[in-house]
C-alpha cells in the first residue's frame, strides 16, 4: 500500500522560506517521478515541481526560480525547498506521484503573510 507522508508546512512571512519533506512507503520509489502538489483554498490542485527518477526536474512557471525540488532514493524522500515565498503561494501542498495517484496524503499547510 503506497503511504506519502507531507512535513514541514508553516506560517511564515513574505519572502521567507521553507523546507517541505515528503516519505513515502509502499512503492519501487526510486524507479518514479515524484511530484509537488499544492491547493489553494478554492482553486483546482495544480502540480509545482516534479523530479524523475534521474533527478531531471520541471518548475511551473509561478514558482520557477524560487522552489527547487530534491530526491534521497535511499530514504524514499521527496524535499521542496520554497525561497522568496510570496501570499499567493498560500496553499495546502502534496506529494504524489507525476502523474498522480487517486489517492492523496494529508497535505501539510503552507501560509504566507504579506
Known amino acids: 500500500q503506497v503511504q506519502l507522508v507531507e512535513s514541514g508546512g508553516g506560517l511564515v512571512q513574505a519572502g521567507g522560506s521553507l523546507r517541505l519533506s515528503c516519505a513515502a512507503s509502499g512503492i519501487i520509489f526510486s524507479l518514479t517521478t515524484m511530484g509537488w502538489y499544492r491547493q489553494a483554498p478554492g482553486k483546482q490542485r495544480e502540480l509545482v515541481a516534479s523530479i524523475g527518477r534521474t533527478g531531471n526536474t520541471n518548475y511551473a512557471d509561478s514558482v520557477k526560480g524560487r522552489f527547487t525540488i530534491s530526491r534521497d532514493n535511499a530514504e524514499k524522500m521527496v524535499y521542496l525547498q520554497m525561497n522568496s515565498l510570496k501570499p499567493e503561494d498560500t496553499a495546502v501542498y502534496y506529494c504524489?506521484?507525476?502523474?498522480?495517484?487517486?489517492?492523496w496524503g494529508p497535505g501539510t499547510q503552507v501560509t504566507v503573510s504579506s
Open positions: 504524489n506521484f507525476a502523474p498522480s495517484l487517486p489517492s
